[in-house]
């Protein structure tokens, strides 16, 4: 008992150093774990995010900005197909499902994308997972002013089933640019947790006639979600259209292309990486410099507990254990501060991508992470010890006489 | 019980330009089993750096240190800090209690670091027999210099020694509370059965000890040598 003893009076001793300390620690634990489960899920998320589609057809160009379009509904279109397009490739002895998609408004930021009614009872948007409609609502019906809206967009737009609005033109929200028509919303999904929950949906017919719109282009399509029959057929439409053709974009495998986007933007989460490393160091730094500065005050201390028959390794386990122990109480915090960050960081992302993070997720890196920080902090802690382990009894407690 | 032979200690000294000069030289000092001894001597006079070879906080340059059986200059610091430990107790002119730990604390930590049982009851009745028992979660800073004292020599009996060094104990104390003090090392030493060496330059403390050994005739260094 007599190390936690001498632990437990040390701490309470030097309460506000230790506070502040572990407080420190408890921010650089909290910033790493939550640096490390924002970037393994979020990547997860968005690359298993395909909403049940393979590939994406659409107008010519990049291929992410086409699979970020029509999946995850961010980005502009990078142009519009033709409804021949849409026929051919709806027709295709390969394509298992073709759901076509029109954007191009919105409503109070918040996107309004046109499309069939199958695309919520005959896809599964996830293996097993298929769109469901709240109680009191359905989907909207073949070209009526009919809205079915994301659970998500409701929340935040304060819809309900028989509100009505009226779709402003673009994809970014400006009041001075609002159409005629005015859609009911007949009813709301029940939360995916996929960029579906963002979007006010409408019939296909809604968006390519709406006022304003160019009636050239009424039956042109900004893309098409395909599901094949098999992995092959992707290879092969995508040397028909990527290779052979040059005027539409055959985006395939979705799950890859978003890859290759997180593997295009890996050194942010380097510098991120980076930056939570430093914190981490700078906390157990800390830890150093603040039982290192009381070294003075405690000499008399660990003199007296030589002279009542401490061995020196005791004084030195002991200023190690309380360096680890003030990692321990910081790490504990980070729990804390992990939970409170990444809800915020979660709230974001979802608002911004639809992309949902699982704060209570599981991730090596919330134990690797408390016991590398306890561990640093131990380090930290064996230069003071050392000073405790030289402490010269004699010439500390009584002058030679 | 306690033997010492030649017993000799150099320190570097700046006034000699950093050569060793000898502080103790003591060719013969004994102390039997329950006795209490006093030494008188000067300020200056190597007294404590004595007291400190005895209790193996100073390593020795030579000679033996006999106690209990075990000379004490031939062992290495651990053993030399668990035979402390396991069998003595100090007594410091400035108390040196440990003002984070309560007055309970302070006398559990002298029994801790032995090899033996922490007995809290016997610390709780070490501090009552002091007179202490109604401030054992007080801590050292809401005492009086007096009652410091008194915990000071509970906690140098806690470990139940064989022998207790007490180094000027009175040094900080008025005189009643000196006597008081002085009287209640002495009976709680005898009540122990524990040897008592003092050491103190107040002739009122000396005067109550017997025999009184002059710690100057006892000690004789070599004087510095000229460079």
Redesign the interface.
Known sequence: MTLPLILYRSLRQHALSTLVTAGSIALAVGLLMVVWMVKAQSQRAFVETSTGFDAVLGARGSRLQLVLNAIFHLEASPGNITAADFEQIRRHPAVKAAIPLAVGDNYRGYRIVGTVESLFTQVEYARGRRYAVQPGGRVFAGAAHEALVGSFAAERLGLRVGDTFQPYHGLVFDPSHQHEEIYTVVGILEPTNTPADRVLWIPLAGIQNMKGHDPKFATDLSAVLLQLRTPQAGFMLDMMYNRQGNRLTFAYPVGAIIADLFGKIGWFDRVLALVAYLVAFVAAGSVLASIYASMSARRRDLAILRALGARRHTLFAAVVTEAAVIGALGAVAGFIVYGALLTGVARIIRAQTGVAIDVLAWHPVLWVAPLAMIALCALGGIIPALKAYRVPVAETLAPTS | MLTITDLRKS?PSPEAGGRPVE?VSVAHFALGAGEQVALR?E???????FL?LI?G??AADSGRIEFDGTNLVALG??AR??L???RMG?I???F??????TVL?NV???M???GGR?DRAHARSLLERVGLGSRLQHFPRQLSTGQQQRVAVA?ALA?RPRLVLA??PTGNLDRRRGQEALALIREACAEAGAALLLVSHDPEVLGQFSPVRDFTELNRPAAPSAT
Do not use: P
């Open positions: 320190f502080i001597g300020s200056g006079s190597g007294k404590t750096t400190n209790a906080l100073l610091e651990a800090d668990r402390r430990a396991e100090y410091f002119q400035t040196n209690l440990l003002q984070g730990f604390e559990v930590l002298g801790s670091f032995g922490v906690r470990n180094d000027e």
